[in-house]
Nanobody, 122 residues
Framework: QVQLVESGGGLVQAGGSLRLSCAAS????????MGWFRQAPGQEREFVAV????????DYADSVKGRFTISRDNAKNTVYLQMNSLKPEDTAVYYC???????????????WGQGTQVTVSS
């Protein structure tokens, strides 16, 4: 398994930007599909973005397409989520996850970070 630690969350005004980072350690992190998910209070965890092992393929939830960008630096064992034009509805705890399949379903991912809070004020 791989261990994941997220950072970069915080409070930002609507229209602002944040960049989340996910540092991976353990058994060959670069061999994992990496995803970002989020969970708002009282709601289920939802897919945000996913990236293939070498970064050649990415996919996004419709709600963030054109505003968020997922990327990875395998030399640093780190995955990023650049979030621009943030909206109050983006407020949630954001989680990084690692898995073996290129899917958008949370249960398909084996390892999870502890989450980082993102709050967007109007």
């Amino acid at each position: 398994q791989v261990q994941l630690v997220e950072s970069g969350g915080g409070l930002v005004q609507a229209g602002g930007s944040l960049r989340l980072s996910c540092a991976a350690s353990g058994r060959t992190p670069s061999s994992y599909i990496m995803g970002w998910f989020r969970q708002a209070p009282g709601q289920e965890r939802e897919f945000v973005a996913v990236i293939s092992t070498y970064g050649g393929r990415t996919d996004y939830a419709d709600s963030v397409k054109g505003r968020f960008t997922i990327s990875r630096d395998n030399a640093k064992n780190t995955v990023y989520l650049q979030m621009n034009s943030l909206k109050p509805e983006d407020t949630a705890v954001y989680y990084c996850a690692a898995g073996r399949s290129y899917v958008t379903i949370p249960r398909a991912f084996d390892s999870w970070g502890q989450g980082t809070q993102v709050t967007v004020s109007s």
